[in-house]
Every structure is written in C-alpha cells, then in structure tokens.
C-alpha cells in the first residue's frame, strides 16, 4: 500500500495532533537547547501558538489568527530565545489557503503580510516572513486546486461506472427480450407446423399412406429443428457451454418455406432486385418476421398458399408475406404477441412493420421495411 495512501487511512484528528506535536517540538527547540535560563513566557507562547492548528480545518482562518496574536505576544518578555521561524504560522496560513474560502483567505493573507511588516523589529525578518506566508499560501492553493482536481476524477469515474452498470443492465435486458422474442419464434413456428400436420396425419392415412409417412416425417423434423434452435439460444446463458451455431439468416429463409410447405399449403418464395449484404442484427430479424409470419398463416389463416417476396430496393429491403385464406389475426399492434414481435424487430433495425387484410383480394398480408443504410 502507498505511503500516501495510508495517510489518508488516518483519521484527520490524528494527523493533526501528530502535526501539533512536530511544530510544537520545533518551535521549542531554541528554548530546549540552550543552556540558559529562559522566562516561563517564552514557553507559554510558543505553545499558544501551536495549539491552534488543532483547528485548521474546521476554523482555519481563526487558527491562524491566534496564532499570529500568540507569535506577537513572544517578545513582550525579554528572557526569551530568539525565534527566527515560527512553524505554526506557515502551517496555518498553509491550512487557511488549502481550506477556506476566497475572499477569507485573501483577506486572511492581507493581514497576516501587513502584521509581518508592521510589527517586525528587522526589515530583513520582515521580508523573509512575508516571503515564508506567500510560499505558504501558494502550497496551501496548490494542494487545494490538488485536491479538487482529485475529487473531479473521482467522481467522473464513479460517474462513469454507475453509467456503465445502468448500460450493462439495460443491454442485459435487451437480451432478455431478444431471447424471449426468439423463443416464442421459435416454439411458436414448430409447435403450429406438428400440430397442423398432425391433424393432416389421420386424413392422408386413410386416402394417401405415402403422404402419411411423409407428414409425420415433417413433425418430426420440424420437433428436432426446434430443440436444435432452442438448445443454441439456450447455451448463450450458460458461459462455456452451448452450441456456437450462428442465428438463421436470410440464407436459411428458402429451408423455412420448404418446412412450412405442405399438405393443403403451398409456400411460394420470390426475390426481386439485387440483394447486399446486410448487418447480423438486420439479417437475423429479417429472418424472423418471416418466421413469425408464416406462423401466423398455419394457426389462424386457413389458407391453401402463401407467397414470399422480397424485393431489394435501393434504400431498403421490403418483405411482403401473403395468403389466400379467410381468416387472419387483427391488425398491428392489437394482435397476439407475433405480430408485435414482428414490430418491435422491425423498429428494433429502424424499420416498420403493419399487417392487416390485402387490399387485392381474400387474405392477410404483413409488410416489412428495413433500411439498408447501415448496410451499405
């Protein structure tokens, strides 16, 4: 631990008596030493003149004006040692600098250079002790203008750190949401996809068995493409351990329409201008509206088609996902938690979001804009 640091550790009461007592010894010294007899006077001074700096912080302009009265006090004795330095003096024009406030401690150094200079039998002890109170007094702002600075940093970094906690929850809690959003994705598309095959099961049984195998062949595989899922979004809360598979992406959208395909439903996938590419969050939740759309379409639509267009524009990306059928969820944002999952991912890349029955025929459409600014 430094030595400055352990300084501070000491209560300031402490480090004030053990200052007393230096200054005391110091100023004691000329009397101590030397083999003459000197008046109880010169004593009592001296030690009214240290005693006061027991207050330097609290009152430290009235520290060092008893101290200077007790210092003018020294020679009213003539059974006295000479005293060339007062200690105390310094330490309280230092403490009346470093703590008190401007125009007391202008004043309070006004004072302090004009008794100098006006009570001081030699004009050479004169200058020196107005030279020894600048000094001082310029320590005493230094270590103050110190002390501040040091206060500053230390509350920026406290600052900083309080800031960077409310980030790290909030980030926290985005990725809370985002993991909630993707499991209900998640469930929500394989869950809709075996029940609707399952009920198709019993039918193409009895009228076509190929198509019976087939179908329970899509249960299954749409059951393991969703613990797969779940089991990667899952290992990212578990540090060290979890799957490191990337998130689908608009690669993976063709697979998705072919799962989706199936017994009374024709999935249709079509992309118009040039695709670029896009950022891993913008890509991600493309994917996903998708996702979430389709879903819809096997719970709640009833119908027999469902087209996939996306269409590259210059400044965006528009994904349009239709149907056929005669039934379909209300419109954003009063329906179920997928269509506003839909629009908080689009709004989450900056984009828009709406769903809502076609204005060309029977049927739902949801219509998605993403910005391909940041893609570019």
Request: glycine residues 8%; aromatic residues 6%; neutral net charge.
């Amino acid at each position: 631990m430094p030595l400055f640091d352990r300084l501070r550790a000491i209560p300031a009461r402490w480090l004030d008596l053990a200052l007393v007592a230096l200054v005391l010894t110091a100023q004691l010294w000329p009397l101590l030493s030397s083999t003459r007899s000197w008046s109880w006077w010169g004593y009592a001074v001296v030690v009214a003149a240290a005693v006061p700096l027991l207050w330097r912080r609290r009152a430290p302009v009235v520290a060092l004006m008893a101290t200077l009265g007790a210092i003018a006090l020294y020679d009213l004795s003539d059974r006295v040692a000479s005293q060339p330095i007062w200690y105390g003096a310094l330490v309280a024009m230092y403490s009346a600098a470093a703590y008190a406030s401007r125009w007391t401690r202008v004043l309070a150094l006004a004072v302090a250079t004009v008794g100098g200079l006006a009570f001081t039998g030699s004009s050479d002890t004169a200058v020196r002790g107005v030279v020894l109170f600048v000094a001082a007094y310029a320590v005493g702002r230094a270590a103050a203008v110190s002390r501040s600075h040091a206060a500053a940093l230390e509350e920026r970094a406290a600052q900083l750190q309080r800031e960077r906690q409310i980030e790290a929850e909030r980030a926290a809690e985005r990725e809370r949401a985002r993991i909630a959003r993707d499991m209900h994705d998640i469930l929500a598309h394989a869950v809709s996809l075996m029940v609707v095959q399952a009920e198709a099961g019993p039918v193409v049984v009895r009228s076509d068995p190929d198509r019976a195998e087939a179908t329970f062949d899509a249960i299954a595989a749409s059951g393991r493409d969703a613990m797969t899922q779940l089991r990667r979004l899952l290992g990212v809360l578990k540090e060290g351990e979890g799957l490191r598979a990337p998130q689908p992406t608009l690669a993976d959208l063709p697979g998705l329409a072919d799962q989706v395909a199936g017994p009374g439903l024709a999935v249709n996938y079509t992309v118009t201008g040039t695709p670029v590419p896009l950022p891993g969050d913008v890509d991600v939740a493309a994917y996903r509206v998708t996702q979430e759309a389709l879903t819809n379409i096997v719970k709640h639509s009833g119908a027999t088609r469902a087209d996939i267009r996306f269409d590259w524009q210059d400044d965006e990306l528009m994904i349009r996902i239709t149907d056929d059928g005669g039934r379909a969820p209300h419109a954003l944002p009063h329906g179920g938690n997928g269509l506003i999952g839909i629009r908080e991912r689009a709004a989450a890349c900056h984009g828009t979001a709406s769903a809502g029955p076609r204005s060309d025929g029977p049927g739902f459409e949801v219509l998605v804009r993403l910005p391909l600014g940041a893609a570019a």
